[in-house]
Structure formats: structure tokens, C-alpha cells
């Protein structure tokens, strides 16, 4: 059972266009939604986050965009930059039965950025 | 600082070999948690802690252990390695949330170190 989803597996953009990667998700309860960002041989380091009483929310050249109705959330790069080639992770944050926080990660999508 | 530490960062084992994965942070964070990641999986929780002495299962606990006698060091024990536990292995940490009421505020995010590869043959 997926909660979150990332359906494109890759993604190539151009240096200096916009990126826009996508996640969706199933549980209505989910309170925030973070994306975080991996280089190859490294763990994810933390990128944005969004409450879901907001519907946007801006980090200089990152924005999250959360549309509650749809179930769906964007992650938007602008301007690309080479740097930002990386496996990008969409998680969303809920609540265990034992009332611990419980972070749901989708299966990431890999950003290419080309010169 | 040096953040969340792994080791090994790479590793064989054959069926039924044990081994123990290594994790320590010096951030003096109280959470600390081991994820797997295997290929075009999200990452799975294994165990988690909340403070020397506690432990909890997450979503994918079975044929690992774990302990916390320290706030620095989270170690991961697989007895009886199976092919089924090869993976990339994540141990994060994380300070607890600021306002433990409140729960619609996320100000504190994992650190994760930079993974053990697992190979069980």
C-alpha cells in the first residue's frame, strides 16, 4: 500500500528552465509534507517542508505547492542549476497508532539537469 | 561536526552471517532511526528511539535488533543475514520536535548519514 507516490521515475530539464516534480498522496491525514534531496553515495539531506494548512510555501529557488482536494504536492526548481542533479524524495508526516510521529517516503524521482 | 556516522560503508555477508551496522551523531539529538532503501523502493523504517534506553519497531523490523544504551550511538544487528536483507541501510537523527503539543509544526528534520550498501549472498 503506497501512501505516497512519485510516478516518474526520471526527470531531465534544462539549465536555467523550470523543474517540476511531482508527488501524490492517499491519506487524508497526513499533516506536513517534506522533499528531501540525495546525491549518489550520500543520505537525503533535508530540502522543504509544507504544513497542510498552507498551500505554498517558498525557500529562495524551491517552492512547494500542496493542492489538499487534488491530494497532490509540486516541487518547483527555478532557475535549474547542474547542482541540483539529485534523487528528490517526497514524505509526508502522520501519526502511529502509538501516537509517535510516522514519516511516509515515496520512491523518489531522478532529476537530471543538462548544460 | 561530523553530523550522523556509518560504518561500514559497504559490506558482503553470506546467508546466515551476522553483523552489526554502526551509527553514532554528535549532535546530541534524542531521535535517532534506521531506515533501508532498496532499489525503486521509498525507504522503510526498521526501528526508531526516542532516548537511551527506548526502542521501537517501524514498518519493517523483522530479522533486525537493536539497542541504545547511549544518546550517541544506534547500532543495527542482523542475525541470520538473508538475501532478502540486502539493501542500502540509513541511520538519521533528529532533535524532538520543539512543542511536543503542538503538532502542526515540523521544525526539526532527520539528518541522515550517508548509508551502509548491504550485500547478502
Known amino acids: 500500500d503506497q501512501q505516497v507516490k512519485q510516478n516518474s521515475p526520471s526527470l531531465s530539464v534544462q539549465e536555467g528552465r523550470i523543474s517540476i516534480l511531482n508527488c501524490d498522496y492517499t491519506?487524508?491525514?497526513?499533516?506536513?509534507f517534506l522533499w528531501y534531496k540525495k546525491y549518489p553515495a550520500e543520505g537525503p539531506t533535508f530540502l522543504i517542508s509544507i504544513s497542510s494548512i498552507k498551500d505554498k510555501n517558498e525557500d529562495g529557488r524551491f517552492t512547494v505547492f500542496l493542492n489538499k482536494s487534488a491530494k497532490h504536492l509540486s516541487l518547483h526548481i527555478v532557475p535549474s542549476q547542474p547542482g541540483d542533479s539529485a534523487v528528490y524524495f517526497c514524505?509526508?508526516?502522520?501519526?502511529?497508532?502509538?501516537?509517535?510521529?510516522?514519516?511516509?517516503f515515496g520512491t523518489g524521482t531522478r532529476l537530471t539537469i543538462i548544460p | 561536526n561530523a553530523g550522523v556516522t556509518q560504518t561500514p560503508k559497504f559490506r558482503i555477508l553470506k546467508i546466515g552471517q551476522s553483523m552489526t551496522l554502526q551509527c553514532t551523531q554528535d549532535m546530541n539529538h534524542n531521535y535517532m532511526y534506521w531506515y533501508r532503501q532498496d532499489p525503486g523502493m521509498g525507504l522503510k523504517l526498521i526501528y526508531y528511539s526516542v532516548g537511551a534506553g527506548i526502542t521501537d519497531k517501524g514498518e519493517v523490523p523483522n530479522g533486525y535488533n537493536v539497542s541504545r544504551s547511549t544518546t550517541e550511538d544506534f547500532p543495527l544487528r542482523l542475525e541470520l543475514a538473508a538475501p532478502s536483507q540486502t539493501s542500502v541501510y540509513f541511520c538519521a537523527s533528529r532533535q524532538p520536535p520543539i512543542n511536543r503539543l503542538r503538532l502542526f509544526s515540523y521544525n526539526s528534520p532527520l539528518h541522515f548519514g550517508n548509508g551502509t550498501r548491504l550485500t547478502v549472498t
Open positions: 514524505a509526508a508526516r502522520g501519526i502511529s497508532n502509538f501516537g509517535n510521529e510516522k514519516l511516509t
Open positions: 491519506n487524508s491525514m497526513f499533516d506536513y
